[in-house]
T-cell receptor, first 114, second 111 residues
């Protein structure tokens, strides 16, 4: 079955450490996205990528970095510069960057930084 | 700046009832509106997408309506079941990658 795989499901890190969240899709989608979800808030866009080797900042990119070396993969690194990294992170993909392309989501990674 | 609000934040109803979830937005310049379902600790599943030119969209027991002029959308769930228990989020689409999400309504269907 096609879908989006995020790993790990739970991640614990000490403050000051960088951490990388994995996102892999086998839907053959060109566009991929990273969102952050905090309790009581809607999803907020961190980064998105239209195509391999291209990515753009979203609304809350500070303290995060991404790469898109392969169509299937869009890893997110949470750096020590991110002031409040504890959150639920969701990866998504769509056929293309288009307002009519429905998003498909992974099951998320819950990151806890202490 | 677009703001999307979902009220109430939580709703609990007995099984079998028909119910309506509300979504309001401040800027009517949208391309479409999407409704998602999120189970605890999981990602989002797309339920319905309504184009800005449409008034409603149906899928099974779900019916979503859109009134752009008043900045409102509703999600109607008929004959609710315990399996419908989840958080429901709406999102307005203002650009190709510009989705603005509401905070969600946590729905509990009691057997």
């Amino acid at each position: 079955d096609g879908g989006i795989t995020q790993s790990p499901k739970y991640l614990f890190r000490k403050e000051g450490q960088n951490v990388t969240l994995s996102c892999e899709q086998n839907l053959n989608h060109d566009a991929m996205y990273w969102y952050r979800q905090d309790p009581g808030q809607g999803l907020r866009l961190i980064y998105y990528s239209q195509i391999v080797n291209d990515f753009q900042k979203g609304d809350i990119a500070e303290g995060y970095s991404v790469s898109r070396e392969k169509k299937e993969s869009f890893p997110l690194t949470v750096t020590s510069a991110q002031k409040n990294p504890t959150a639920f992170y969701l990866c998504a993909s769509s056929i293309a960057i288009s307002y009519n392309s429905p998003l498909h989501f992974g099951n998320g990674t819950r990151l806890t930084v202490t | 700046k677009q703001e999307v609000t979902q009220i109430p934040a939580a709703l609990s109803v007995p099984e079998g009832e028909n119910l309506v979830l509300n979504c309001s937005f401040t800027d009517s310049a949208i391309y479409n509106l999407q409704w998602f379902r999120q189970d605890p600790g999981k990602g989002l599943t797309s339920l319905l997408l309504i184009q800005s030119s449409q008034r409603e969209q149906t899928s099974g027991r779900l019916n979503a309506s859109l009134d752009k002029s008043s900045g409102r959308s509703t999600l109607y769930i008929a004959a609710s079941q315990p399996g419908d228990s989840a958080t429901y989020l709406c999102a307005v689409v203002q650009g190709a990658q510009k989705l603005v999400f509401g905070q969600g309504t946590r729905l509990t269907i009691n057997p």
